[in-house]
């Protein structure tokens, strides 16, 4: 059974910095693309960053390039997102997800499994 849990989320002041984590089981990361998505309050779930271990493409939204970085800790079969110069705009719940994709990773619709979500709220 796959299994997704995000933490890592917070307050931080604008111009800030967190990492989240993504722990799973269930699955080898490496034969699977992971994602970070977000939503904020009255919007829709927008993709955030997700990387294809396997292949090894790399995909960032364009309001985040520059400043957030996913990575993995295969030892812990953990995915990261790493969150630098947060802006208020950045508040939302973020969700890891997890699915077999080979094209369109940026499409919350092709992802199978998703954790509960960590809420990272950035003040101004």
């Known amino acids: 059974q796959v299994q997704l849990v995000e933490s890592g989320g917070g307050v931080v002041q604008a111009g800030g910095s967190l990492r989240l984590a993504c722990l799973t089981s269930?699955?080898?990361?490496?034969?699977?693309?992971m994602g970070w998505f977000r939503q904020a309050p009255g919007k829709e779930r927008e993709v955030v960053a997700t990387?294809?271990?396997?292949?090894?493409?790399?995909y960032y939204a364009d309001s985040v390039k520059g400043r957030f970085t996913i990575t993995r800790d295969t030892g812990k079969n953990t995915v990261h997102l790493s969150m630098n110069s947060l802006k208020p705009e950045d508040t939302a719940v973020y969700y890891c997800?997890?699915?077999?994709?080979?094209?369109?990773?940026?499409?919350?619709?092709?992802?199978?499994?998703w954790g509960q979500g960590t809420q990272v709220t950035v003040s101004s």
């Open positions: 997800a997890a699915g077999l994709i080979t094209s369109a990773t940026f499409d919350s619709n092709r992802y199978a499994y």
């Open positions: 269930g699955l080898t990361i490496s034969n699977y693309v």
């Open positions: 990387k294809n271990w396997s292949g090894g493409s790399t």
